[in-house]
């Protein structure tokens, strides 16, 4: 397995990192995780959008052309005949001291890692998380960045609790993202997804989804729920059924004819 | 100068960590500022005591016993010569897969960085952060963790405003703390500081502080601010006095007798 760090090709194993990385000292940095299938390394410009905006939030300034980074993104894929599974772009701010404060050069991280395998398939069994809230009031909801410990803190719950995947509540208790995927719901017959005001990252296949089905953002409180006749997650390696959340089964707890059509705009 | 990287003290300028660190990838991690004065380490058992804290929280076991992390800490002072500055030791839960689930065995990784110089001193002219809030809904909040672009913001945000640093408002409008340090007001005569439920850090010196001088923990919100007859910020590395908030100056502007006992029970 090779990476493609800093602009060679690199083995896996010896693939590293200055220690001063602000990626890794104060999480100071973003990534995309970005779906392989049949060779082909999907919505290379919708991610390459996304990682920009995320960049323009956190003033991280990217050295690199679009083009060099999509031609990072193929050729990694490439060197590692990798078909199906999924690629993962990490930028950082680069090396930097001690402290908050960026340096007055910033030199950027750029890391790509290749993972083959399907990812997980089949219906998700959900809780809600109670131990954390994602934070809608801080610009970071609306980035992939990496300080992801909140996601992280509420996936461990949901495993401890004997669930696949926690539901983050936002901090005025409307449900926002599952803890790397976004929401769909049926309600009354309607597609809805929570706004990215309530805390929803901006997901790409999500995007794809609203632009194609004309879903509609509502805010979602945790009551909706069980009112919902399907429910699926969505993220850019797939489509999931949302089965069950506490315990109890959801909508028809089969795929319906929404989540039929989600996996098919996913598929394009 | 040498840093201390997984049981070896190696370049500063040639430290590297593996590529697929969780500490880079996820903000998987801990973190302590501990200063160095007269040669000395500063407050370790507390240092320590606040780490495994942490670790506690985010379930990260440490392979390490308290009395090998404060032999490296000190090992690293000695090393370096560092008579006055900073040791920051990182903690993070190693390298791991793609993916926020942590693998069924974990190898820690342990870098303890030194940083020679004096702190900045003098007063702290301070906005009122607008463009983040701290989640005090998050365990996060409560912990030291590599998770810190919302700190990183509500700093730069201070910067573009022209100030040195920003005090963060939790999501319910409640001053939590400064970006990298606690606040003390004097309101009516008396000590207090912003609970841990609000959102401030548990800070070593804060601690220090609190039962030195028996500080009250108060809810404050903005409108107390100007209300203060004296304000100081305090961290690891010091006190300073806080002397102006959205360029209104605070209390008497200079340092008071509450101000300076603090500064004491930091010299300690």
Do not use: M
């Not at 340096?103 to 997980?120: D, N, R, V």
Request: charged share 20%; net charge positive; hydrophobic share 45%.
């Amino acid at each position: 397995v090779k990476v493609y760090l800093n602009g060679a090709f690199v083995a896996a194993a010896e693939a590293r990192i200055d220690a001063s990385d602000r990626g890794l000292s104060l999480g100071d940095g973003l990534f995309e995780t970005i779906a392989v299938a049949g060779g082909r390394v999907k919505r290379i410009p919708a991610h390459l959008a996304r990682l920009k905006a995320g960049a323009q939030i956190l003033d991280l300034r990217l050295p690199w052309l679009e083009a060099e980074l999509a031609a990072a993104l193929e050729g990694t894929a490439a060197v590692n005949r990798l078909s199906a599974g999924a690629l993962r772009l990490t930028v950082t701010r680069g090396p930097g001291p001690r402290g908050l404060s960026p340096p007055a050069k910033c030199y950027p991280t750029l890391l790509i890692a290749p993972h083959s395998g399907a990812p997980p398939a089949g219906p998700v069994r959900a809780v809600i998380a109670t131990e954390t809230r994602r934070n809608e009031r801080s610009p970071l909801a609306r980035i992939k960045c990496l300080s992801s410990l909140d996601n992280l803190l509420a996936r461990r719950e949901a495993i401890k609790r004997g669930a696949d995947d926690a539901l983050l509540l936002n901090t005025q208790g409307r449900v926002a993202e599952a803890t790397a995927s976004n929401l769909f719901l049926v309600l009354e017959g309607e597609l809805v997804t929570p706004p990215v005001a309530d805390g929803a990252l901006p997901g790409v296949v999500r995007a794809a989804i609203v632009a194609a089905l004309g879903a509609r953002e509502q805010s979602i409180a945790p009551e909706d729920l069980s009112r919902a006749s399907q429910a699926f997650l969505t993220n850019a390696l797939g489509v999931r059924v949302l089965g069950a959340i506490d315990g109890r089964p959801l909508g028809e707890g089969k795929p319906g004819p929404a989540f039929a059509k989600a996996a098919a705009v996913w598929a394009r």
